[in-house]
């Protein structure tokens, strides 16, 4: 297996340890822009398209902000694309995603809360309620996310690199999609006044209208006691699954799932999954750009 590269940061590094787990003679190159940045042990740099590098798929793992040209770019070579999530920084391209469409090319928006189990689990046995109300909750401290660095400069403080909480925490969003499909109607509140200073969203919140109940997801930056948490509310029943511990719990604390997944399993398997895709020559995807780009909607419009 060859496997082109773009960006090669921290998620991109955990994307090259499921490769190396799927398949331990996986051949990495990395398309760099120039020869400054961090190298990994193994990959190969390259400073110019491979036109003919016999590459069976890229990896599009660079700032929110480039994805779109990247994906341009690559779409020369005709090969499957993983591209981490969000899809892209701001909305438009649509030329772009019709050139996909109209080559047929295999996509894949990388959101690997949806291959976390206990979110599974949610996804498999909600039906079994009837729900009243969903409560989704991620607060997080940025200033923690990459110790050593100057967190600032990162893209999650900069708009311009498509950085800020309701980007960066599009998860929430996606695995509601995923789970209850489109809502009805949608409201949103997007600020940047916390103590952090930053200049991208540090604050969303999002109001999702459903049929029969209201879902609402609360995304921040600024939370030093890190929590994740999923809270639906249905007839008899409550049901809270903390993400960050792999429980679900009822409303009288008993436990109706627990996690034991390893970590970074979630990576692994979505990788798994969308290696597979690619060896059956498959034309679609469970998460392809198309679908990203409707949750990428709901969390910009």
């Known amino acids: 297996m060859k496997v082109l590269m773009m960006g090669l940061g921290s998620i991109a590094r955990k994307h090259i340890a499921s490769l190396r787990t799927i398949d331990p003679s996986v051949e990495i190159v990395a398309w760099r822009s120039s020869h400054e940045g961090a190298s990994v042990e193994g990959v190969a740099d390259v400073y110019e398209l491979p036109m003919d590098g016999g590459f069976d798929f890229a990896i599009v793992s660079n700032p929110t902000s480039c994805h779109a040209s990247a994906i341009h770019a690559l779409l020369e070579l005709n090969i499957p694309l993983y591209i981490e999530k969000p899809l892209f920084a701001d909305l438009g391209h649509q030329e772009l995603l019709e050139e996909i469409r109209r080559r047929g090319i295999l996509t894949h928006v990388a959101c690997?809360?949806?291959?976390?189990?206990?979110?599974?689990?949610?996804?498999?046995?909600?039906?079994?309620?009837?729900?009243?109300?969903?409560?989704?909750?991620?607060?997080?401290?940025?200033?923690?996310?990459?110790?050593?660095?100057?967190?600032?400069?990162?893209?999650?403080?900069?708009?311009?690199?498509?950085?800020?909480?309701?980007?960066?925490?599009?998860?929430?969003?996606?695995?509601?999609?995923?789970?209850?499909?489109?809502?009805?109607?949608?409201?949103?509140?997007?600020?940047?006044?916390?103590?952090?200073?930053?200049?991208?969203?540090?604050?969303?919140?999002?109001?999702?209208?459903?049929?029969?109940?209201?879902?609402?997801?609360?995304?921040?930056?600024?939370?030093?006691?890190?929590?994740?948490?999923?809270?639906?509310?249905?007839?008899?029943?409550?049901?809270?699954?903390?993400?960050a511990t792999g429980d679900i719990i009822d409303e009288t604390g008993r436990v109706l799932f627990r996690s034991a997944q390893e970590a970074d399993g979630d990576y692994l398997a979505q990788m798994r999954a969308f290696v597979e895709l690619v060896r059956q020559h498959a034309v679609t995807s469970s998460n392809d750009v198309f679908e990203a780009y409707e949750v990428l909607k709901l969390c910009l419009e």
Not at 114 to 133: A, F, G, K, M
Not at 179 to 190: A, D, E, H
Not at 226 to 242: K, P
Request: glycine content about 6%; aromatic content about 16%; charged content about 25%.
């Open 112 to 243: 690997d809360m949806r291959y976390i189990d206990t979110v599974r689990y949610i996804h498999d046995h909600v039906q079994e309620l009837r729900v009243n109300e969903v409560n989704v909750y991620c607060g997080s401290y940025l200033p923690s996310w990459r110790p050593g660095t100057s967190w600032r400069n990162g893209y999650s403080a900069r708009p311009e690199l498509g950085g800020g909480a309701h980007l960066d925490l599009i998860h929430e969003l996606d695995y509601l999609y995923w789970i209850f499909g489109r809502p009805q109607r949608t409201q949103k509140v997007l600020r940047s006044v916390s103590s952090l200073e930053i200049g991208s969203v540090d604050y969303a919140n999002y109001i999702w209208e459903y049929p029969s109940f209201t879902a609402s997801v609360v995304l921040n930056y600024f939370r030093k006691d890190y929590r994740r948490t999923v809270e639906i509310v249905a007839d008899g029943t409550t049901w809270t699954a903390d993400l």
